[in-house]
């Protein structure tokens, strides 16, 4: 695969000699980085360039796409090659999503995808752009360093193969292995109360519950504060994962929230790279993607900004989560309906089932369904609890596009993640409907 790497860096460096480039990438914390990444490079090299951060790539866009410039794509694309192929322009694609091995590529399409080698390995699209990067410019650990916040953001830092090694080595980077709870560089009580991945009840938002867990784990509290969790010793370490295990309904769970910590130097200072990686996937979904793009390129305004829109999140999403937490729920058998109504804004409430769905909260295969208003219309959202044993029998996308056919309305989604936009007017009848169906689903099987 590094072969084919080095080919088609060549081969960009030659195709975009005195050429304008135009840079369109996926708005997730991977995709940004990616572009961060890129740009950076790019900008090394001299080149002219402007970037794009979308949702996603559909046929308008593809069609509204400029002539007189090479388009690079990284983290999407690789789903939308037969209509790339009848642009008139060189497209160059630096992917890592399903693509049809099939296709034989026309004579625009350049792409690199580790899905099309024998030796492909698996990796975060920030990672492949950074291994393309490093053969278009030297190597460079402030892009390495972008290329680990977009592999944790895709949660791809428990899949290390051999070239992924090589960019954690080419990174300033300090890994320790622990508890999964970012920031790891700030007082662990502060990074227990804002911790929402993992959900720990009676601690996730609650700062005395927090202060409280801290005792409960022996952990000191001196002079200077509480320790952050990159300062514990193992024996602190190993007491704070059980403390947080009793927390939890479903131990079992708690395997998946050990890991490696991974602490990267980003603006001169020690960040973690969950953290970096949440803030940019915050400015995002808040409609602030260009911030974060500048954020990752270094840009000392932007990061103020960044800060600021990520404060207010993190502020939203934990009173969203302790609005779940004492107030009452639909609960069936196989189900959880959580209707927020005007209590969570719409624009969050999908992080809060996704939370919700990675908890240690419920049984694996739960369907959590959420709701909330957005003026006239109500937007809901589902997943399903787990991520590793996935039951093949449940498909979120089916029973939304079933609902919005009876009572109208949008629905999107796939299997495992859902959602439906419907008329206001139609709450009760979206709920009863809910339950009609999943009652029957549990019945069936
Ligand atoms: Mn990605």
């Not at 932007?302 to 600021?308: G, I, L, M, S, V």
Request: with cysteine; hydrophobic share 40%.
């Amino acid at each position: 695969m590094l072969e084919k790497i080095k080919l088609f860096a060549n081969d960009f460096l030659e195709k975009t000699r005195n050429k304008e480039i135009l840079l369109v990438s996926h708005f997730d914390a991977d995709g940004i980085t990616s572009a961060a990444i890129l740009g950076k490079a790019l900008k090394k090299l001299d080149k002219n360039f402007s970037i794009k951060i979308i949702k996603s790539l559909d046929s308008e866009f593809i069609s509204q796409l400029p002539k007189n410039r090479v388009i690079v794509f990284t983290d999407l694309a690789s789903s939308h090659l037969e209509e790339l192929s009848k642009l008139e322009t060189l497209v160059f694609i630096i992917d890592h999503h399903e693509i049809d091995l099939r296709y034989t590529m026309p004579w625009n399409l350049q792409v690199i995808n580790p899905h099309l080698y024998a030796d492909g390995e698996e990796m975060s699209g920030a990672c492949l752009t950074y291994l393309v990067c490093r053969e278009l410019v030297k190597k460079d650990s402030s892009l390495a360093n972008l290329a680990i916040i977009g592999m944790v953001g895709d949660l791809m830092d428990k899949k290390v193969g051999p070239l992924v090694n090589t960019i954690l080595k080419d990174a300033d980077l300090t890994i320790k292995k622990g508890i999964l709870l970012y920031p790891s560089t700030r007082p662990l009580n502060k990074a227990l109360e804002y911790c929402s991945n993992p959900y720990i009840p009676g601690v996730t938002g609650d700062c005395t519950g927090a202060c409280a867990l801290l005792r409960e784990a022996g952990i000191e509290f001196t002079a200077k504060g509480y320790k952050s969790l990159m300062e514990l010793n193992e024996d602190e370490m190993q007491r704070l994962v059980t403390a947080i295990a009793l927390k939890m309904p479903n131990h079992e769970k708690m395997s998946e929230f050990i890991g490696n910590l991974f602490l990267i130097k980003f603006f001169n200072r020690l960040e973690d790279a969950r953290e970096m990686s949440a803030l940019v996937n915050a400015c995002s979904r808040m409609g602030e993607s260009n911030v974060a793009l500048l954020f990752c390129m270094g840009n000392e305004n932007a990061r103020k900004q960044a800060e600021t829109v990520y404060i207010k999140y993190k502020q939203s999403l934990i009173e969203a989560l302790n609005h779940v937490n004492t107030n009452p729920k639909i609960q069936g058998k196989q189900y959880m309906i959580i209707n927020a109504k005007d209590k969570i804004q719409d624009t969050i409430i999908g992080t809060v089932a996704s939370i919700l769905s990675m908890s240690a909260l419920y049984e694996e295969g739960t369907i959590i369904i959420t709701m909330a208003y957005n003026q006239d219309k109500i937007k809901v959202s589902s997943r399903i609890c787990g991520r590793e044993k996935i039951d093949d029998s449940k498909n979120l996308k089916e029973i939304m596009d079933s609902i919005t056919e009876l009572i109208g309305g949008e629905s999107g989604g796939h299997k495992l993640a859902a959602g439906c936009i419907i008329g206001k007017d139609k709450e009760e009848a979206f709920i009863d409907l809910v339950k009609k169906k999943l009652d029957i689903e549990v019945i069936k099987c």
